[in-house]
C-alpha cells in the first residue's frame, strides 16, 4: 500500500541534465526508485545514471509511460514544465523548485483539479514511500518501513521527525512535504483522507508551522479520523508580519498564529507535541 | 512586496481605475506648489503600515498655507516606526458614501478571492461576516461580466454607479494578474456622485515574479540592510531583538530552533535559514552574518541530509581562520558527516551536540551569564 | 427514466423577459415542464407567466435550486451567460441561441467538460423527455410518450420525424437536438450511450447531415449498440462548399458527404432511410 | 469569411509573423512599379479558390517589364470561375524548404486543432497520415512554450529555423484567437536560410463575431447581391442552378426537399430557410427573392410548430395583391393552423398539400412541362 507512490510508480525527471537533477537522479536511483526517465530539451539521447534523456515529456510517454514527474527547473519555467506533464498525461507531479510565482502556482492547480492530478508543491522536498519509491530531495538513509505516515509543511523538520521515529522503531508508511509556499497541490487534509484509508498507516504525524489556516481547516478532518494524530507546530516565537524562511510562514492580520491552531488541533483530538522531541513518545502512547 | 499607496494609485490610474487628482511630494514646499493647485486638499503620509489615519498620518487642508503647515509636521511625525518620507497631496473629493473591496490570494481554495462590502473604510475583518461579498475567481474564467453584476448588485450599487462598479471590478482583476500581485485593495472606494474613486490603494506583488514586471513597475525595498545582504548570498534571514544568533538548515527546522530556545527562556537574535546543501564557503559567509549582528552566542543546529556536516564544519575553521569568531559558538550536529564534522569542531576548540535539546540549554545559558 | 431530463428537473430561463424568452416559457408551462425561475439583469422581482424573475442565477440558485438553464440570449451575451451558469453549478445547459461565435463555444464546451456539465446546442431546438419536461422551442403537440429516442442535428426535420413516428403510434423517450453549429455540446455518441444505457428507449433515430464527422464517429459507436439505429441524413444535394443554412452543413475539402455518412452508418448496421418517410416502415422493422 | 491572401498577410506582418516584401496591385502599371522597387518578383491573383498555382494564376518576373506583361494576362484570365481583380507582387525569396502549418477548429473534439508537416507547398490531405503533426490546442491553456518545443522538434526543425518556428506558432495562435479565426494556414511556410517566411496565407474569419472583430480587419463579402437580400431579411439562402424556387422552415427540413426535389428527377433553384416564427411580412418579402430569380415553379414545404401555416398562408395573399405572383406555386402544409392556412390558400386558387411527397411530385413534374 502506502499512499500516492510505490514501487510500482514510473517516475520522469524533468530538468535531468541540470546540477540539481543529476544529483537527485543518482540519489533516487540508489534509493531504488524506479526512474525511467529524464527530459532536457536539446538534449535527448543522452544517459544520466543510465537514465535515458528524452527531449520532451511526449517522448518520455511514448517511449514507455510515466506515472509521476519531477521537477528541478528554474522557478521561472516551472508553470510551462508542470503543463507539459498534465498535458501529455502524467499524473502526479511533484514541484521541489522554490520561487515560484503564486500566479503560476494558482494556474498549475486549476488545471490539476479539472483533470484530476496529484501536484505535490512547489517548494517540497518530494514524497517517499519507505523501501519502496523516494521522489525528491530527502536524504535516503534516515527512513525506515512501517505504519506512520507523515505530513509536513516543511522539510528538515520533518527529516528530524522521521529520523527519530525511526530510531524509535517507528517506521513510516509514507512522508510528504507539502511545501512550504502560499498556493500548493496538497492540502493537509487530502493526505489526511489518503492515509486514513491506507490500510498500512496506523496513524499520522502532522507537522505544521504558523502562518495560513492548513491546520486549522485540517482539524475539521481530524475529528472525523479514526486514526491518532500527532501534531508539531514550528514558529511559535515567530513575530507578526515576518515571513520565516516559507513564504507561507507569516502571521498577517492576526491570521495563522501558534496559539489558534494548537487550539484548532486540539480541540479536534490531535495529540499536539510542543516541542519536536514529545512526537516520538506522543505517538507511542497514542497507537 | 508592498507598495506606497501613491505607486498603486499610479498603477491604478495606468489602468484605468479612476483616483483623486493628486501628487506625491518630498517636502513641506512641494505641498504648497501642489496645494495651491488643486484646492482644499488631503495630506497622506506614504508610509507602509497600517492603521495610518488614526496614527494622525492624514490631514486635510482648506489653504496652500495650511498644507505647507500641516506637511512640515507630517514630515518630523514617526507612524508605528516609520518615518514619513512623503506625502501624498490629493484634491479633496465628495464622500457620499465609502466601500470596501480587494482581490487576495485564497491558500486554502488555491484561488483568488474577491472580497467586498458596503461598508467601507473600516478594516475589513471588523465589518459582520453576512455583510460582506466574498466570491472566489477561477483563474482558468477570469471575472467575467455576470461575475461584476453579481457583486455590484449585492452591494447594492445602482444607475452609474453600478455600470462603473463592474467596470472596476474587470479592471482590477487586470491589474491583480498584469503585475502578480498578492493583494489588491481599495479601502475606501469612495462613490462620489456618479463616479467611483479609489480612495487608498494597497497593492502587494508577489517577489518572485520580479523576472516579467511589467516596464515601470516600482521596486520597494523592504529588507534590512543585514537581510539583504543575506538574501544576496542565498541565505533566508530574519531580524529579531533577542542575543542568541541562529543558523540551521530549513525553515521550518530553523523556526523550530527559534521556538526551542524560548522554551528554555532564551530570546533569539535572529532566523537564518541556511538552506539545504550549500557549500563551506557560502555558510562562512552566513557565519559572517551572524558574527556582524554582535550576539552573546551563536547556536547552530543542523540536521544534515542533503547538508554534509563536515562541510559546516569547515565553515567555522574558514572563519575562524580569516575573520576570527569572537563570541562562543555551540553547534548541533547531527546525520550526514556528523563524526567528521564533530572531529573538526574539536579541532578548533568548539565543542559539539548530537542532541538539540543540550546544545540550546548550553546557548540560553551562556546567553544569560555573559 | 428518459435521457438527460424528467418530471423532476428544476428548469431556469435565463433572458426571461425579452420576446422569445416569455413566448417559450409560456409554451413550457403549458407543456408541463418544471420553470422554477427566469433570469433577466435588472428585472429582478417581476414575473412571467407567474414564475418569479431573479438579477442573476446566484440569486435563482440560492432562492430554490435549478438543475437545467435554457439560454434566450442575443448571442454576443451567450458566453458570459453560459458560464454564469456553469460557475453557479447548474449541470445541463441549452443553448437556443444562432451564430454563436465558435471561440465562444469552444471556452464553453472546454470548462463544461472539465466540470462534468451537459451542454446541449448552441443553436439547438432544445430536448424533451414527451409528457415530462420540454426545454426548448419545438412545438408541444407532435410528440408523444413512447420508446424511440431521436438525436437530430437539425430541428424542423426531427419534428416532421417526430410527428409522423407520433402517427405511427410510436412515442418517443426523448428527443434532443445537438444544434446546428460545428462547435455543439454534445455528439451522437454521447447521446446514444445514454440511449443505449436507459431502460426507457428502445431504439433510436438518429436524423443527421452533411458537414463535420460526427455521423462517421457515431457509426463507430453504432456497431456496438445492443439496440436498433435508423438513421436519416439531410444535403444529399447539396453542392461542396456551401453552407446549407447550418454553420455546420457544409462539405469542404471532400469532407462530411452525403456518401461518405450513409456508407459509415450502413457499415455500422444502422438502417439509413433514403428519404424521411421511410423512418417509421424501417424503425418498425427493426424493432 | 475568407480573406483574400493579401489580407491575411497583413494580418501576419502585423502581429509579427514574417511574410515577403510585397504590395498589392489593380492594374498592369502598378505592377510594374512595385517590381521596379522590389527586383525579382512573383505575381499571385488574388483569387478565394484553391489549387490557384496549378490554375495558372501564379507568376515568375525578372524585370518590370515582364512583371507588367504577365500582370496584364493575369488580369483578364478566369480562375476556376474567379477572375483576378487584384495581384500580390512580393519579392522571390530564397527557398530552401517548405513547410505546412495550420491552426483550424475541430468540432469532434471542440477544441483547435494545429496541423503542421515538413512537407509544404502540396495539399495537406496529400501528405501521408504519418508525416503529419497533429495537435490539440486546449482553449484554456493556449499554446505553451512545451507545445512550441514538440511541434518544432517533430518537424525537424533546429538552431535559429526551431527558434522562429517555436515564435511563430505562438504568435499563429494569438492571431487564430484574437481575430476569431476558423482556419489560419500557412502553405507553403518557407525555411529562407535562417528565416521562416509566410509565403502564403489562407485567413478564414468566423461571420459570427463581426461585432467585435479588432479595428482594421478587413471585410470581405462573399455572398451573391441576391444571398445578401436574403441575409439582410434573416433568411438563410443559398443560390443553386436548378429551376425549382424552394422555400422551407428550418435548416434540415429544406435541405431535405431540396433531396426529395433530386429524388423526383427535378433541380433546385435554391436553398432557402425562411427560419422558425417568422411574421407574414417577413414571409412575403422571402416569396419575392424566389420570384426574382425566374423559376418554372416554387415549391413550399412548411412543418408548422412555431411556424404557423395561416401566417404563411397570408404572405402569398400579400404578395399576389402586391406584386403578383407570375409562377406556380405548390405548397406543402402541415401543422399549427393547418386548416386555416389551407383555407385562405384556396381562396387564391393555390392548391395545398399536406404530404411533402405529393407535392414535390408535383412541383417536378411542372419543372418538367413547362
Redesign the interface.
Known amino acids: 500500500m502506502a499512499i500516492i507512490i510505490d514501487e510500482s510508480t514510473r517516475v520522469l525527471v524533468q530538468g535531468i541534465t541540470g546540477n540539481q537533477g543529476r544529483f537527485h537522479t543518482r540519489q533516487m536511483l540508489e534509493y531504488g526508485s524506479n526512474i525511467t526517465g529524464g527530459v532536457s530539451p536539446g538534449k535527448g539521447g543522452q544517459e544520466v545514471g543510465g537514465v535515458p534523456v528524452y527531449n520532451t515529456v511526449a517522448e518520455a510517454m511514448a517511449a514507455g509511460g510515466v506515472d509521476a514527474a519531477v521537477l528541478f527547473i528554474p522557478a521561472p519555467a516551472v508553470k510551462d514544465a508542470a503543463f507539459e506533464n498534465m498535458e501529455n498525461g502524467v499524473k502526479t507531479i511533484v514541484i521541489i523548485t522554490e520561487h515560484v510565482p503564486v500566479h503560476d502556482a494558482m494556474d498549475i492547480m486549476a488545471y490539476a483539479a479539472d483533470k484530476g492530478i496529484t501536484v505535490v508543491g512547489p517548494n517540497t522536498f518530494g514524497l517517499i514511500s519507505p523501501g519502496k519509491c523516494k521522489i525528491g530531495i530527502m536524504p535516503n538513509q534516515i527512513y525506515k518501513p512501517g505504519t506512520i505516515g507523515i505530513v509536513a509543511r516543511s522539510g528538515t523538520l520533518s527529516y528530524e521527525i522521521a529520523n527519530s521515529l525511526s530510531a524509535a522503531g517507528m517506521g513510516q508508511s509514507t512522508v510528504i512535504g507539502l511545501g512550504g509556499d502560499r498556493i500548493v497541490g496538497l492540502s493537509f487534509v487530502d493526505v489526511l483522507e489518503r492515509f486514513e484509508a491506507d490500510a498500512e498507516t496506523e496513524a499520522v504525524v502532522l507537522v505544521g508551522e504558523i502562518g495560513g489556516n492548513a491546520e486549522e481547516v485540517a482539524s475539521d478532518y481530524i475529528s472525523k479520523m479514526t486514526k491518532p494524530v500527532v501534531a508539531f507546530l514550528a514558529g511559535k516565537s515567530a513575530p507578526p508580519g515576518k515571513r520565516m524562511g516559507h513564504a507561507g510562514a507569516i502571521i498577517e492580520r492576526g491570521m495563522g498564529t501558534y496559539d489558534g491552531k494548537v487550539a484548532a488541533l486540539s480541540g479536534s483530538g490531535a495529540h499536539v507535541a510542543r516541542l519536536p522531541w514529545e512526537v516520538p513518545e506522543l505517538l507511542k502512547k497514542a497507537l | 512586496m508592498k507598495l506606497f499607496e501613491y505607486m498603486g494609485k499610479e498603477i491604478f490610474a495606468h489602468n484605468g481605475i479612476k483616483v483623486p487628482p493628486g501628487k506625491v511630494a518630498a517636502g513641506p514646499d512641494e505641498v504648497y506648489a501642489i496645494a495651491a493647485e488643486l484646492g482644499e486638499v488631503v495630506l497622506k503620509s506614504q508610509v507602509l503600515s497600517g492603521g495610518r489615519g488614526k496614527a494622525g498620518g492624514i490631514k486635510f487642508a482648506d489653504s496652500p498655507d495650511e498644507a505647507r503647515k500641516l506637511a512640515a509636521e507630517l514630515f518630523g511625525t514617526d507612524l508605528k516606526g516609520f518615518k514619513t518620507e512623503a506625502l501624498l497631496v490629493e484634491k479633496k473629493i465628495r464622500i457620499d458614501k465609502e466601500l470596501y473591496l480587494s482581490i487576495t ?1 485564497d ?2 481554495a ?3 478571492v474577491l472580497i467586498a462590502s458596503a461598508s467601507g473604510g473600516m478594516d475589513i ?1 471588523e465589518v459582520p461576516e453576512e455583510s460582506i461579498v466574498k466570491k472566489h475567481i ?4 477570469g471575472v ?4 461584476c ?2 457583486v455590484v ?1 449585492r452591494l447594492g450599487l445602482a444607475g452609474n454607479v453600478a455600470k462603473e462598479g463592474a467596470d472596476l471590478l474587470t479592471k482590477l482583476y487586470q491589474v491583480f ?1 498584469k503585475y ?1 500581485c ?1 493583494l489588491v485593495e481599495i479601502n475606501p472606494l469612495v462613490i462620489s456622485g456618479e463616479e467611483l474613486i479609489a480612495a487608498d490603494s494597497k497593492v502587494n506583488i ?1 517577489d ?2 520580479r ?2 514586471y511589467p516596464a515601470g513597475t516600482p521596486i520597494v525595498e523592504e529588507r534590512t540592510a543585514l537581510e539583504k545582504k543575506a538574501h544576496e548570498i542565498g541565505v ?1 534571514y ?1 531580524e ?1 531583538d533577542g542575543n542568541i544568533a541562529v543558523m ?9 530552533t ?6 528554555f527562556g532564551g530570546k ?1 537574535r535572529n ?1 537564518m ?1 541556511a538552506g ?1 546543501g550549500a557549500d563551506s564557503e557560502a555558510t562562512a559567509q552566513a557565519i559572517e552574518i551572524l558574527i556582524s549582528t554582535e550576539p552573546k552566542v551563536i547556536l547552530v543546529n543542523i ?4 547538508t554534509r556536516c563536515d562541510e559546516v564544519a569547515r565553515a567555522f575553521v574558514r572563519v575562524r581562520e580569516s575573520a576570527g569568531i569572537p563570541v562562543p559558538v555551540v553547534i548541533r550536529l ?3 558527516n556528523e563524526d567528521e564534522g564533530i572531529a573538526i569542531l574539536r579541532g578548533i576548540g568548539i565543542e559539539s551536540y548530537s542532541d ?2 543540550e546544545a540550546a540549554a548550553k546557548a540560553v545559558e551562556i546567553a544569560a551569564v555573559s
Chains 1, 3 share one sequence.
Open positions: 490570494l491558500g486554502s488555491r484561488k483568488p475583518e477561477d483563474p482558468e474564467v467575467m461580466p455576470h461575475f453584476r453579481e448588485r494578474k502578480d498578492e508577489d518572485e515574479a523576472f516579467r533566508s530574519v529579531l540551521a538548515n530549513g525553515a521550518g527546522i530553523t523556526m523550530a527559534l521556538d526551542i530556545i524560548e522554551h533569539p532566523f535559514d539545504g540536521f544534515g541530509g542533503i547531527s546525520g550526514t538539540v535539546r
